[in-house]
């Protein structure tokens, strides 16, 4: 199998670098912003909850998501393996997928961090905005959060990781196919 994580801030190109992996590597792509996002377009319990603390940029609860990757973990039992894209966001969730992997009898064989520097990521954010209509992408004093809440959170992550030599930085600014020939180098001579 093959597990990554992709890590980066909010902008960072996470989803679209994705959406690109998945075809290449037969990779199930799971985004728990994502699944947040249809819970509440169905309108859900979960949803209605999630949405007050996303368009206010702070993060939903660990064993929420946790739940939520769990259960998707168990859908997918016959993944060639997983894209992990805004999960885990804390060193508990980070914990909790190393136990439910391992109950599966698999790890997360590297994490790959897309590198963009903090006015480049607002920029892209609110032009993100401007498309897709998301609340969270059009305040910039909200974009701000959700990046001292990713400096805060979640980038002691790469912490984690580093300790089991499982960590990769490369430069997230370039063109969509510059960046993928970037992540794949790194996935093909590291996994
Ligand atoms: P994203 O689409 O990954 O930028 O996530 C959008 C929002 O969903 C975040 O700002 C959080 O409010 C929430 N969210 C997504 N993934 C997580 C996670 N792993 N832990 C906590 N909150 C999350």
Excluded: W
């Amino acid at each position: 199998m093959l597990n990554l994580v992709l890590f980066g801030p909010p902008g960072a190109g996470k989803g679209t670098q994705s959406q690109k992996l998945i075809d290449k590597y037969n990779l199930v792509h799971l985004s728990t912003g994502d699944i947040l996002r249809s819970e509440i377009a169905n309108q859900t319990a979960l949803g209605l909850e999630a949405k007050k603390l996303m368009d206010q940029g702070h993060l939903v609860p660990d064993e929420v998501v946790i739940g939520m990757i769990s259960s998707k973990l168990d859908n997918n039992k016959d993944a060639a393996g997983f894209i992990f894209d805004g999960f885990p966001r804390t060193t508990a969730q980070a914990e909790a997928l190393d136990n439910l992997l391992k109950e599966k009898g698999t790890v997360v064989n590297m994490m790959v961090a897309l590198d963009v520097d903090d006015e480049e990521l607002t920029k892209r954010l609110l032009l993100r905005g401007k498309d897709s209509g998301r609340a969270d992408d059009q305040d910039e004093s909200i974009i701000r959060n959700r990046i001292e809440v990713y400096n805060k959170n979640t980038a002691p992550l790469k912490d984690y990781y580093s300790a089991q030599s499982k960590f990769y930085s490369i430069d997230g600014i370039g063109s969509i196919d510059e960046i993928f020939s970037r992540v794949c180098d790194t996935i093909d001579n590291n996994r």
